[in-house]
């Protein structure tokens, strides 16, 4: 809309951002959005894309200790509704079909560990897309109608696949065979994860590799990595 400029303002110190509007017809300016903490406000997180229709913002935001995203009425500058929830967070926003009304975003919900994709809809109904446990990046047309998916964890090469919008691989473009099969053939130890209470009682993640001659019943010495 030419009627108006929207542009962000990171204020110094990090304590507020906000998403303002620059009227064209008048030089007023208005907030559509703010987020402000007494602390910090995670300004690296932030995330936002505007819908064709010109009323409507989705925005990721942390205001409720987790990264989620929102929908914004641009007319009241009011969130409409949170349209993802959890104690989980939302990782990337990867696109919005607005014929289906449809949300595709990549999160945590697995585990801190792990990256998967998803799709949730205008009632709240979440439909995860990718496959397998691990790392997932996930790249939409801009239809959303299919998207790349490129996978890998600890122990597996990277694997490419091309996805519709319900998750079904159309086809592989990259498996890394050949590198597999390289790797099954070598002896070299694997990750093994687990997780350990700190001095405060949280649970931490951590992995070990152990020599591919382990044997329980020895002591070794430990090296650590940070």
Not at 64 to 88: C, S
């Amino acid at each position: 809309d030419s009627r108006a400029v929207t542009f962000e303002y990171n204020q110094r110190g990090h304590q507020v951002y906000r998403v303002l509007e620059l009227s064209a017809e008048t030089g007023k300016v208005r907030p559509l959005i703010e987020e402000s903490s007494d602390k910090y406000v995670n300004y690296t997180r932030h995330f936002r894309h505007d819908l064709r229709d010109n009323k409507h913002i989705i925005w990721m935001s942390e205001r409720d200790n987790w990264n989620h995203l929102y929908m914004y009425d641009r007319t009241t500058a009011q969130p409409v509704h949170q349209i993802t929830k959890g104690e989980w967070n939302v990782s990337a926003f990867l696109g919005y079909d607005e014929k289906s009304r449809s949300y595709f975003y990549e999160s945590n919900q697995e585990g801190p560990l792990y990256k998967a994709i998803y799709k949730i809809n205008e009632k709240g109904i979440e439909t995860k897309l990718s496959e397998r446990i691990g790392t997932n990046q996930a790249s939409f047309n801009p239809s959303c109608t299919y998207f790349i998916n490129k996978y890998s964890n600890s122990n597996e090469p990277l694997l490419v696949t091309v996805c519709d919008a319900k998750g079904k691989v159309i086809r592989t473009l990259e498996d890394n065979a050949t590198l597999k099969a390289r790797i099954a053939q070598t002896d070299l130890p694997r990750k093994e994860f687990f997780t350990c209470p700190n001095h405060a009682g949280d649970q931490m993640n951590g992995y070990i590799l152990k020599p591919t001659n382990f044997d329980p019943s020895k002591r070794y010495q430990i090296g650590r990595a940070s």
